[in-house]
C-alpha cells in the first residue's frame, strides 16, 4: 500500500512573507519632569511622552500606534496609553480608526493649508494685542535662543513653535489663546514634516528676530504684518 503526503495544515503552511510596517523604537523617554510640587497622572506623563515622540520625529506620520507595544516602551498598562491616544486625536496628532486602531496623523497639502489658514485669522491679531499690552517678551527671546542653538531640526521645530507661543501668550484673550493652543500641536506636526524636505531655517529666524524688534518696539501693526507674511510664506512653501 503506496504512502500519501498528508494534505498541510493551517499551522503547518509556511507563512505569507508580509512587509513589515515602521516600529516603534525600543524604548520611548519619558516626558520632561514635572514642575517641583505637581504630581500629574500617569496618563498626563504617558501622554506628553507620546506627543514628544510624535513632534520630535521618533513617531512618524502614519506610524501604527500599538497600546501594548507603547505600553511596554513606556513601562505602564494599557490604560493610561488608550487615555493617552484619545487625547491626542483630539488634538490632531493622531487619527483612530476602528479597524485599523491608531496611527500618528500624516501630513498632506490639504492639512498645511487648512492650518496655516487659521494661523492667518488669528496668530497675527494676537500678536498685535500682545504688543499693546507692553508685555515683556523674554519667552520669546529665550525660544529663538534655543531654536539657534538646537541639534537638530526637531529640536530647532520645537522652539520655533514655543516662540510663536510666547509671542500670542499675552494677548490677553484666554479664548483666542485657547484656540491658538488647540492648534498648536497640528502647527508643529506640519513644520517638522515641512522642514525636512525644504529646511530654511535661516529664513525663519531672520524673520522671527525682525517680529520680535518690531514688537519689543512697540509697533504694533509691524510686528503683525510680518507675522502675517511669515505664516504666507510658510503656507506657499508647504503647498508648493
Known amino acids: 500500500m503506496s ?3 498528508a494534505a498541510p495544515t493551517p ?17 520611548l523617554p519619558l516626558a520632561p519632569a514635572p514642575e517641583p510640587g505637581s504630581i500629574p497622572s500617569r496618563t498626563v506623563v504617558v501622554l506628553e511622552s507620546i506627543r514628544h515622540a510624535i513632534l520630535t520625529g521618533r513617531l512618524t506620520p502614519g506610524q501604527p500606534l500599538v497600546e501594548t507595544e ?3 516602551r513606556l513601562g505602564v498598562s494599557k490604560t493610561p496609553v488608550r487615555e493617552a491616544l484619545k487625547t491626542l486625536a483630539g488634538t490632531g496628532l493622531v487619527v483612530m480608526s476602528q479597524y485599523k486602531g491608531a496611527a500618528v496623523r500624516t501630513v498632506d497639502a490639504e492639512l498645511a493649508r487648512s492650518v496655516c489658514d487659521v ?3 488669528l496668530e497675527p491679531e494676537a500678536l498685535r494685542r500682545t504688543v499693546r499690552s ?3 517678551l523674554e519667552a520669546a527671546e529665550e525660544a529663538l535662543h534655543r531654536a539657534a542653538c538646537a541639534a537638530d531640526p526637531a529640536a530647532r521645530s520645537r522652539a520655533n513653535s514655543d516662540f510663536h507661543r510666547a509671542l500670542y501668550l499675552p494677548c490677553g484673550n484666554p479664548l483666542l489663546v485657547r484656540m491658538l493652543d488647540e492648534l498648536r500641536d497640528q502647527a508643529a506636526l506640519v513644520s517638522l514634516v515641512a522642514r525636512g524636505t525644504h529646511p530654511g531655517w535661516d529664513a525663519d529666524a531672520t524673520e522671527h528676530r ?5 514688537a519689543r518696539a512697540g509697533e504694533a501693526d509691524r510686528a503683525a504684518e510680518l507675522l502675517r507674511d511669515h505664516i504666507a510664506a510658510f503656507a506657499d512653501h508647504v503647498s508648493t
Not at 499551522?11 to 524604548?27: D, H
Open 3 to 5: 504512502s500519501q503526503a
Open 11 to 27: 499551522e503547518s503552511r509556511a507563512p505569507e512573507s508580509q512587509t513589515p510596517g515602521p516600529q516603534i523604537p525600543e524604548s
Open 70 to 72: 507603547l505600553a511596554a
Open 119 to 121: 494661523r492667518l485669522l
Open 134 to 136: 507692553g508685555t515683556p
Open 210 to 214: 525682525a517680529m520680535l524688534a518690531a
